[in-house]
């Protein structure tokens, strides 16, 4: 017994720290994107179509990470993934401080994003399948909450260093986290599993049944709200709070920083709520909700001082806090030999969204304005989001060592 809760917390806290990295690597780009382009002789008018193409080659690489990484996980192992994700990107990062144009920013923020798919989905499901059913809430959210703040410490480092410094922090704090990963074991549900001659980590047949392809493209839509916070009212606050008349200058590394502080405390909040009240469907419909109602109070607030815009990307954070949640259910859904490939590529094809959302929002703007146009696309994905949880059953409590017919 002594024995398993050892390897229990030491699953948790190892995935957790590692989620952390992969945060701070993640939202980098997005409060390093002025001065680093800058640095690289962007004029001023281009700043935001740079930025928007840059952070759409990660996004993009996340996708390509999301597939490559989840299948992997279900044929090699979940604690393999962890190995060579982190390896990528950190690898990635660290060459980020050394480019001396935008097209091998671009091409390393592709690599970068391709490593990153791979940290969450593995984590979660090792960590889903290591974790008592009546608790796995909370240990699902324990690692999502630690993570999630790992964007609080990628805004303070590029407050106060070089945008180059701060890729190399990222860098190397996951390199260094390898050594902690040398005593992870991959979960007995899935070593049980390989000893089976059945199909493992195949994509396509997540489409291959109306059910199967319905849980899946759900999964993936009740997500997508909290990356439109993130990847459009956050990243691109400075833009659209001048556009909205603020009274002073908002920083997006100051805005991602209180939006990340919010996430941590909602995505502890929503897993402990999710738990007490023994529904996960229940705690998304109310966190979107919440999200619904802070985009009308954020867009709709005009002439205020940056004070203001920093608390509503707090309580936005907060709102859109369901992160743990959200990959928890898709974990819960698929069996084990799906779980690793449903569970990478659900939110990497959550975060590839913010793809199709900036390129909307892009071309909303010359009829509807900056403000109109996040309005339509954000009600947009908070209708879909709706009707995708309408299709998604109750995995509260679920026993997950089962396995899918493919």
Known sequence: MATRKKILNLTVVVS?????????????FSIVRIPSLRSLGVPEDQLLDKGVTLINLQMIGMLVGGILWGVLGDKKGRVSVL????????????LN????????????RFVAGVGLAGELGAAITLVSEVTDKESRGYATSIVAGVGVSGAILAAIIGEYVSWKAAYIVGGV??????????????????????????????????????????????CVLIGVPI?????????????????LGSTGVVSAGTGILFAYAGLTVGDFASGILSQLLRS????????ITMTALLILIYLYSRDMDPSFYYTVCFAL??????????????????GTNMRATVTTTVPNLVRGAVVPLTLSFKALQPTFGLVQSALIVGFVTIGVAYMALSFLKETYGKDLDFIEHI
């Open 173 to 218: 704090l996951g390199l260094g986290l390898l050594v902690l990963r040398m005593k992870m074991f991959d979960s007995g549900m899935y070593t049980n599993l390989k000893k089976l001659q059945i199909r493992k980590g195949s994509f396509l047949s997540l489409f291959s049944t109306r059910d199967r392809g319905v849980r899946y493209l759900s």
């Open 16 to 28: 957790a720290l590692g989620y952390f990295v992969d945060i701070y690597d993640l939202v980098l």
């Open 317 to 334: 954070g907060v709102a859109a806090g369901y992160w743990a949640v959200f990959v928890t259910i898709a974990s819960e859904q698929f």
């Open 280 to 287: 996960r469907r229940k705690i998304v419909f109310w966190f």
């Open 227 to 243: 990356w439109f916070v993130i990847g459009i009212l956050i990243t691109f606050a400075p833009e659209i709070t001048k556009d």
């Open 83 to 94: 190995f060579g994700s982190i390896f990528m990107y950190s690898v990635a990062n660290i």
């Open 97 to 108: 401080a050394f480019v001396q144009n935008v097209e091998m920013y671009g091409l390393l």
